[in-house]
């Protein structure tokens, strides 16, 4: 499968952005899907994830309450509603698929599939 994740862009710290990621070549119903993000000079880290049929979602502690993950299987896309944004959530982020990530789905290394990556950039 191929992932394009876009949504992303400049916004003032409490502004809201959505994210999609967007499924091709193969059908992303298949696929357990998650956020990660990137922040300059720091290592990649788990954002969210949702599971197959969407029933299942995690959060990482630093989002929780602000971030909300869903997936239209019709559509063949994810999304990630990112509300009351901080400067600390500037980030790339990333989605990506795993056909199988079970207990280990906040680790990248679970995931097979990767998008490009979208900017986003919150100022304070």
């Known amino acids: 499968v191929q992932l394009q994740a876009s949504g992303g862009g400049l916004v003032q710290a409490g502004d809201s952005l959505r994210l999609s990621c967007a499924g091709s070549?193969?059908?992303?119903?298949?696929?357990?899907m998650g956020w990660f993000r990137q922040a300059p000079g720091k290592e990649r880290e788990f954002v969210s994830h949702?599971?197959?049929?969407?029933?299942?979602?995690y959060y990482a502690d630093s989002v929780k309450g602000r971030f909300t993950i869903s997936r239209d299987n019709a559509k063949n896309t994810v999304y990630l509603q990112m509300n009351s944004l901080k400067p600390e959530d500037t980030a790339v982020y990333y989605c990506?698929?795993?056909?199988?990530?079970?207990?280990?789905?906040?680790?990248?290394?679970?995931?097979?599939?990767w998008g490009q990556g979208t900017q986003v950039t919150v100022s304070s």
């Open positions: 990506a698929a795993a056909l199988g990530a079970s207990y280990y789905y906040s680790s990248g290394a679970a995931y097979g599939y």
């Open positions: 070549g193969r059908t992303i119903s298949r696929y357990e």
């Open positions: 949702i599971s197959k049929n969407g029933g299942t979602t």
